[in-house]
Nanobody, 116 residues
Framework: VQLQASGGGLVQAGDSLRLSCAAS????????VDWFRQAPGKEREFVAS????????SYVDSVNGRFTISRGNAEDSLYLQMNSLKPEDTAVYYC??????????WGQGSQVTVSS
Protein backbone atom coordinates (compact mmCIF):
# COMPACT_ATOMS: atom_id res chain seq x y z
CA VAL A 1 0.00 0.00 0.00
CA GLN A 2 1.29 3.45 -0.90
CA LEU A 3 -0.02 6.85 0.07
CA GLN A 4 0.56 9.76 -2.27
CA ALA A 5 0.23 13.30 -0.96
CA SER A 6 -0.05 16.06 -3.53
CA GLY A 7 -1.34 19.57 -4.08
CA GLY A 8 1.26 21.61 -2.26
CA GLY A 9 2.84 24.71 -3.67
CA LEU A 10 3.91 28.29 -3.12
CA VAL A 11 1.13 30.73 -2.26
CA GLN A 12 0.70 34.09 -0.59
CA ALA A 13 -0.75 34.67 2.84
CA GLY A 14 -4.53 34.54 2.69
CA ASP A 15 -4.62 32.16 -0.26
CA SER A 16 -5.98 28.62 -0.32
CA LEU A 17 -4.63 25.21 -1.26
CA ARG A 18 -6.14 21.76 -1.34
CA LEU A 19 -3.96 18.81 -0.50
CA SER A 20 -4.89 15.33 -1.66
CA CYS A 21 -3.96 11.97 -0.21
CA ALA A 22 -4.48 8.99 -2.47
CA ALA A 23 -4.09 5.34 -1.54
CA SER A 24 -3.04 2.67 -3.95
CA UNK A 25 -3.62 -0.98 -3.23
CA UNK A 26 -6.18 -0.41 -0.51
CA UNK A 27 -9.05 1.84 0.45
CA UNK A 28 -9.27 4.05 3.50
CA UNK A 29 -12.59 2.56 4.59
CA UNK A 30 -11.18 0.79 7.67
CA UNK A 31 -8.77 3.52 8.69
CA UNK A 32 -8.49 6.88 10.30
CA VAL A 33 -6.29 9.20 8.29
CA ASP A 34 -4.28 12.02 9.78
CA TRP A 35 -2.47 14.95 8.29
CA PHE A 36 0.78 16.03 9.92
CA ARG A 37 3.18 18.79 9.05
CA GLN A 38 6.80 19.47 9.76
CA ALA A 39 8.43 22.85 9.39
CA PRO A 40 12.22 23.24 9.12
CA GLY A 41 13.84 22.85 12.50
CA LYS A 42 10.59 21.90 14.19
CA GLU A 43 9.00 18.68 15.33
CA ARG A 44 6.27 17.01 13.34
CA GLU A 45 2.86 18.38 14.31
CA PHE A 46 -0.59 16.84 14.09
CA VAL A 47 -2.89 18.93 11.89
CA ALA A 48 -6.16 17.10 11.28
CA SER A 49 -7.76 13.70 11.38
CA UNK A 50 -10.76 11.93 9.90
CA UNK A 51 -12.26 8.56 10.71
CA UNK A 52 -13.04 7.46 7.20
CA UNK A 53 -16.01 5.23 8.02
CA UNK A 54 -18.07 7.88 9.80
CA UNK A 55 -16.43 11.15 8.85
CA UNK A 56 -15.63 12.28 12.38
CA UNK A 57 -12.94 14.93 12.23
CA SER A 58 -10.57 16.70 14.59
CA TYR A 59 -8.12 19.56 14.18
CA VAL A 60 -5.26 21.21 15.96
CA ASP A 61 -6.39 24.55 17.38
CA SER A 62 -4.14 26.57 15.11
CA VAL A 63 -5.97 25.43 11.96
CA ASN A 64 -9.49 24.98 13.31
CA GLY A 65 -11.87 27.03 11.22
CA ARG A 66 -9.37 27.44 8.38
CA PHE A 67 -8.65 23.85 7.34
CA THR A 68 -11.15 21.16 6.45
CA ILE A 69 -10.39 17.47 6.09
CA SER A 70 -12.82 15.49 3.97
CA ARG A 71 -13.31 12.15 2.25
CA GLY A 72 -13.17 11.73 -1.47
CA ASN A 73 -15.95 10.23 -3.55
CA ALA A 74 -13.98 7.01 -3.85
CA GLU A 75 -12.74 5.35 -0.69
CA ASP A 76 -9.13 5.74 -1.74
CA SER A 77 -8.77 9.48 -1.42
CA LEU A 78 -9.19 12.34 0.98
CA TYR A 79 -8.47 16.03 1.03
CA LEU A 80 -7.22 18.83 3.24
CA GLN A 81 -8.70 22.14 2.18
CA MET A 82 -6.54 24.93 3.58
CA ASN A 83 -7.95 28.45 3.56
CA SER A 84 -6.61 31.73 4.87
CA LEU A 85 -3.10 30.37 4.82
CA LYS A 86 -0.49 31.99 7.00
CA PRO A 87 3.31 31.98 6.77
CA GLU A 88 3.39 29.79 9.86
CA ASP A 89 1.54 27.09 7.90
CA THR A 90 4.68 26.61 5.81
CA ALA A 91 5.77 22.99 6.19
CA VAL A 92 5.93 19.62 4.53
CA TYR A 93 2.53 18.01 4.92
CA TYR A 94 2.16 14.25 5.31
CA CYS A 95 -0.85 11.97 5.34
CA UNK A 96 -0.84 8.79 7.40
CA UNK A 97 -3.36 5.99 7.75
CA UNK A 98 -3.85 4.27 11.08
CA UNK A 99 -5.83 1.54 12.73
CA UNK A 100 -6.64 2.73 16.19
CA UNK A 101 -3.40 4.36 17.32
CA UNK A 102 -1.12 2.28 15.15
CA UNK A 103 0.12 4.03 12.04
CA UNK A 104 0.23 1.66 9.13
CA UNK A 105 1.09 3.80 6.13
CA TRP A 106 2.69 7.18 5.50
CA GLY A 107 2.74 9.35 2.42
CA GLN A 108 5.92 10.98 1.15
CA GLY A 109 4.98 14.57 1.93
CA SER A 110 3.93 17.65 0.01
CA GLN A 111 5.61 21.02 0.46
CA VAL A 112 3.43 24.00 1.32
CA THR A 113 5.10 27.40 1.35
CA VAL A 114 3.18 30.52 2.32
CA SER A 115 4.83 33.86 1.69
CA SER A 116 3.95 36.99 3.64
Amino acid sequence: VQLQASGGGLVQAGDSLRLSCAASGRTFSSYAVDWFRQAPGKEREFVASIVYSDGITSYVDSVNGRFTISRGNAEDSLYLQMNSLKPEDTAVYYCAARLGREYKYWGQGSQVTVSS
